[in-house]
């Protein structure tokens, strides 16, 4: 195959690839996952959420199987504007039982990115759990920052879906008697 032959078949498959990306970009800035919206809900109807006189909130979400075996954790970052580099993290336990999606929020933290620090991320109020749990959010909150970022209306986080249940570390315990 001729040498000016090979260099156009690469520019087409370049091509054809950057605008398979960006597509795919824009493609899921449009539309939230289900499963970063479930989440977004229960965080809004525990009262996880800051008020805001904006429309809209900001998030970005991890899904890690792995760092609690046997559990699925979503990681998850509400920032405090579209283009900064702060907010607050939150660690959002998921069972499934009979098709319905338990979330248990069990922490929280605000942060800041920052250069000054070795893992790229200051936490301004820290979260319960020590260096540990610290280190797990601060990891989280880096790779959330490579990934897309999805806008949810203050309007659709009113109420959550029938098959979704939430709770939260401050939710008062049962008293027994």
């Known amino acids: 195959m001729p040498v000016w032959r090979r260099l156009a078949m690469k520019r087409i498959m370049l091509a054809i690839s950057l605008q398979f990306c960006l597509g795919s970009s824009i493609h899921s800035q449009e ?8 989440v977004a809900q229960c965080l809004a109807v525990k009262h996880f959420l800051p008020s805001s006189k904006a429309t809209g ?22 920032y405090a504007a579209r283009t900064r580099g702060n907010g607050l993290v939150f660690a959002v336990f998921l069972t ?33 759990g020590g260096t540990w749990t ?19 209306s203050i309007k659709e986080l009113s109420a959550t879906a029938p098959s979704v249940h939430c709770e939260s570390y401050t ?7």
Do not use: C, M, W
């Open 31 to 38: 539309q939230t996952p289900q499963l970063l919206f479930s």
């Open 57 to 78: 909130f900001t998030f970005g979400y991890l899904l890690d199987e792995k760092s609690y075996p046997g559990d699925k954790v979503i990681y998850v970052v509400d």
């Open 96 to 128: 499934e039982k009979n098709g319905l999606q338990y979330f248990n929020i069990q922490n929280d933290a605000s942060f800041a990115l920052s250069k000054d620090e070795a893992s790229g991320v200051v936490f301004v109020s820290p979260p319960l």
């Open 134 to 152: 610290q280190e797990h959010l601060a990891l989280a909150i880096k790779r959330i920052e490579k990934q897309p970022r999805f806008t949810i």
């Open 171 to 177: 939710d008062s315990k049962p008293q027994s008697r």
